[in-house]
């Protein structure tokens, strides 16, 4: 058992570092170095902004951005680490606290999720407040327990620290806050713990007012904007829950609110105020991102990342369900095939997403397997989408000498290039073109240190990546919205991307790429062109 733990473990840390700095910039990503190159340190210190690019990690990226060494890896290095830190606290307390198949079925689910894989290969904070949400639990848990008193002074201080990465691990932090003053009340805890209680507060407002109290000014009016925009509904969080393991079945809520009832109620028996806390904790986080409707909410990838901190005791609480199952027989074959039953579905489910290259692991995957693509069709033709694919993909590419490719432009929300690879199966990296968002950020020389973007001008003649076709898509905007109505079709796919059915809209394409269709106009370019039509443009970067 410790074995094939240790095991899977090991095959999640693997999993979160392999590639990490291989994939391309995309999505959220891109409004991270939006505002690290656009705007200056002090005016990221002291604020907040809308797209959620928090405040630390822009420093980080802002100061080795001025030291000239800012690429995907150490962009992406405090989201990886804290994602195989989380693996190694969440393994040494299942173990410790959970019995063997719980434990270890946890782990499995825990450590082979696409979702929790994709968040610890993003630039964004989410792994990281999990990681000190986490940590701050365990050791508020352990204090209440009879451990001695530093270790709730540190989990204050890693709860003020989970703010300041993301204000949405608020309402979780404030339900752990109570738990402490709960139990004192309760009698649980002897009442002349009170004073650890009070220093640890006092040390969480220092804290706290010392890293938020600068950007204070733009806080108010950013939550505020944000606040109300949002329309999530059941659907919305069904849709999210087949997306935390990225499961092809529509599962209903019911069925893994029973599922949670039965491994909470289990945990119970064992820790009954710690299992109370966590179902507190879980219970306030849902309900208050539910109330406060932030912008996007609809879209299920985003409800989920808004809790994806507390997800971890969703997935303890699932995995004692299916355990709890698991032990129901009592003798004879049936017992042993029970124990048989949940290593096998973790093969299973690991064997399924490796198949379908839901981990990014091949050299030519060059973008992080993002939740809204997790259902897209791998069979092309099937699915209707081979109408769509520009006919050079299949009709002229195949005859072409081998080398990989430069897509442009840059794609910012839906990572079309990748459903064209599945057809064509060469690598490429992602080119910047145009006025559209965060076309030019790359331009800036400071930058050059990115190896999978590549501003598309003049210097190109000089600096290629080595790549050997540049594939100019002139009416992106188009092929854009035909993959949307072609995709929301699909039965898996379609609740999902639905959901951002603006993102595939004027005037939020015109935003993205510009007004108008792309092309190259500097008569100097001194490439020639191989192959046009009325969707792309293609050069030989090798031919002159």
């Known amino acids: 058992m410790f074995l094939f733990m240790s095991l899977l473990i090991a095959t999640g840390i693997f999993l979160r570092v392999w590639r990490a700095g291989d994939m391309l910039v995309f999505a959220d990503e ?32 802002k100061l080795l951005l001025e030291k000239g060494i800012l ?98 691990v608020g309402p979780a932090v404030a339900a752990l806050g109570l738990y402490p003053l709960v139990m004192i009340a309760s009698g649980r805890v002897s009442r002349e713990k009170w004073r650890d209680y009070v220093y640890s507060a006092v040390i969480f407002l220092i804290i706290t007012l010392v890293l938020v109290g600068p950007s204070a000014h733009s806080l108010l009016q950013e939550v505020g904007g944000k606040a109300g925009q949002g329309n999530g509904g059941m659907e919305t969080i ?15 809520v019911w069925v893994w609110a029973l599922c ?73 074959i049936w017992v042993s ?16 997403h490796l198949i379908l290259g839901n981990y990014s692991l091949r050299g030519t995957q060059m973008y992080n397997t993002h939740p809204m693509i997790l259902f897209a069709p791998r069979e092309l033709d099937d699915s209707g989408l081979g109408r769509i694919i520009p006919s050079f993909y299949k009709n002229r590419l195949p005859s072409l000498p081998p080398g990989s490719l430069i897509e442009v432009p840059m794609l ?20 910047t073109l145009g006025n559209g968002y965060g076309q030019t950020i790359f331009g800036d020389q400071a930058v050059t240190r990115f190896k999978t ?25 188009t092929e854009l919205k035909e993959a949307f109505d ?27 790429f510009g007004e108008k269709d792309l092309g190259i106009s500097d008569p100097n370019w001194p490439f020639d062109c191989v192959y046009e039509d009325d969707l792309v443009a293609v050069y030989d970067l090798m031919g002159t």
Request: charged fraction near 15%; include cysteine.
């Open 30 to 61: 891109i409004h991270l170095l939006q505002c690290v190159i656009t705007k200056n340190l002090s005016w990221i210190v002291t604020h907040f902004f809308s797209a959620d690019a928090c405040i630390p990690l822009a420093v980080y990226c």
């Open 71 to 168: 690429n995907e890896w150490l962009m992406r290095l405090p989201s990886y680490s804290a994602g195989a830190v989380i693996l190694i606290t969440f393994g040494w307390a299942a173990r410790k606290c959970l019995r063997p198949w719980e434990g270890l079925f946890s782990v499995g689910l825990f450590s082979l999720s696409p979702y929790f894989i994709f968040l610890a290969r993003e630039a964004r904070p989410y792994a990281i407040i999990t990681l000190l949400f986490g940590v701050a639990m365990l050791c508020v848990f352990a204090w209440a327990r009879g451990g001695p008193r530093g270790l709730l002074l540190f989990s204050s201080v890693l709860c003020a620290l989970a703010i300041y990465f993301h204000l949405v």
């Open 238 to 252: 069904q849709r999210g829950l087949m997306l935390m393991h990225g499961l092809p079945v529509v599962i209903p």
């Open 260 to 332: 949670c009832a039965a491994g909470a109620w289990s945990l119970y028996r064992r820790y009954s105020p710690e299992t109370v806390c966590m179902s507190a904790i879980v219970a306030i986080q849902m309900g208050s991102i539910w109330l406060i409707e932030p912008s996007y909410v609809e879209i299920p990838w985003v409800w989920l990342r808004y809790s994806a901190h507390v997800y971890p005791i969703v997935v303890v609480f699932v995995a004692g369900g299916l355990a709890s199952v698991a032990r129901l027989p009592k003798r004879g």
């Open 337 to 352: 095939m029970s124990r048989c039953l949940l290593p096998l579905i973790l093969i299973a489910f690991f064997c399924r």
């Open 412 to 431: 910012v929300t839906f990572p079309l290039y990748r459903v064209y690879q599945i057809d064509h199966g060469r690598k490429f990296i992602s080119g």
């Open 453 to 477: 973007n590549l501003p598309v001008n003049a210097s190109i003649a000089e600096v290629n990546r080595g790549a050997r076709y540049l594939i100019i898509h002139k009416r992106i905007k």
């Open 486 to 512: 072609l995709l929301r079709r699909d039965r898996l796919m379609g609740p999902q991307i639905d959901t951002m059915a603006y993102f595939f809209q004027i005037p939020m394409l015109d935003f993205l």
